[in-house]
């Protein structure tokens, strides 16, 4: 579905009608909204940490009964049996990332699945020809979590981080990645390349890469290709599996509203479903689940991406999810949500610009501030997130937008992250959120 901005109207009777005619709209009830002066607060930082199903309580009590009142027995005879809970998430969690429910586990968090996965896909060697595969390519400015995760794998190899480590960067003058460049270093580095690792989403820009043309060239040099969703999983439609994507982790808790800390999904192709030659970290719950309890040496693991467990579940954080995850299925999934998501963030980018464009007119008695979009302008290669590169006096703008209820998130040096939820966020939200940027602006900079 393309986004018609040209119908957009910077007017809040529009943004209402555009809420009346949401088919989503009602989804927005079933989260607890946080308060700002007796108001729901204007909430964009659903990048960051989710709003909480109202479900998710329930849900969370479910298990606490089945514990108070069953014990151990919860394993087997809980409404939901703990033994099994892991199982309960495959098919939702495959649904939202494009897989096969085998191809997906909901476990741990995301940078210790993140470090299982490397494990098994960051497999330094030479080639039979002499060639030395022992390199990673990454995005530049890659969440911190990922960069030490690789740095320390690389180390693990008595390898040298900066050499082992090859960063791709946006063009000079540039914020963003061209997927000509990254796919062009790739095939640069060729046969050295062991492993292409990056972002879904960036986020610090909101770009989403193009991660079917990334793993096709990964894997034309006879690389590993990797993901790590955590601004991805819920907020843009994945195809995984139709990818050929090798692996890929998430976090449960920005887009997937499954609470601070929350668990983590990971995915590891059907290819390699049965592959033993894999090098993993094992757990029991990872050992074939037939002979789980004979207690016996000798680790076999479970085809699939389950076969990647090392603990029993963690009921509770997967409780939430669960809870969570019902709440995508009810809405249609991704596809419906990414229809209203390119509107929503459209609309945000429509207003900003129209501000921009439109200064003598919205306030003539001040000058605008020149207000810079660095997550791209095309639809595909983005999710909901937009980020503004503010100038001077930005960061007393963002102190003012959050005295005044605005929750956002300020990224040094100078960047303000704005992620309209399609699950709970409003147009009319958008539309204040952008009256009270302009409104709010410190005169003595502008
Ligand atoms: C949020 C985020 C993380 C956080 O990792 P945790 O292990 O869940 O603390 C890691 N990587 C990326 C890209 C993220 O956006």
Known sequence: MSVTTHAFQNTLAYAQQCDAHDPLHRFRAEF????????????????????QPKSARAAVEQE?????????????????PWLYYHKLLQEPAARLVGAEPDEVVVMNSLTVNLHLMLISFYQPHREANGTRRFRILVEGGAFPSDQYALESQARLHGLDPDEAIVEVHPRTGEHTLRTEDLL??????????????????????????DMAAITEAAHRVGAYAGFDLA??????????????????????????????????????????????????????????????????????????????????AQIFPMAIHKASLEVFEAAGGMEALRAKSERLTGYLEFLLRDYQEHAARHRPAKALPEVQIITPSNPAERGCQLSLLVPEGGRALFQRLTERGVVADWREPDVIRVAPVPLYNTFEEVYTFVQLFYELWPDSVA
């Open 32 to 51: 607890h909204l946080p308060q700002h002066a007796g108001k729901p607060a204007l909430y964009f930082c659903g990048n960051s940490l989710g709003l």
């Open 64 to 80: 606490l009964d089945d514990w108070a009142r069953l014990g151990v027995e919860g394993h087997f005879q809980g409404k939901n």
């Open 231 to 312: 601004h991805a999983a819920g907020n843009v439609v994945l195809r995984l599996h139709d990818w050929g994507v090798d692996f890929a982790v998430w976090c449960s808790y920005k887009y997937l509203n499954s609470g601070p800390g929350g668990t983590s999904g990971t995915f590891v192709h059907a290819r390699h479903a049965r592959n033993k030659e894999l090098p993993r970290l094992a757990g029991w719950w990872g050992h074939n689940e037939a002979e789980r309890f004979l207690m016996q040496k000798g680790f076999q693991p479970m085809p699939g991406a389950a076969g990647w467990q090392l603990s029993n």
């Open 184 to 209: 062009a270093t790739i095939a640069r580095y060729g046969d050295e390349l062991a492993l292409v690792m990056m972002g879904g989403v960036n986020y610090y820009t909101g770009q989403c890469y």
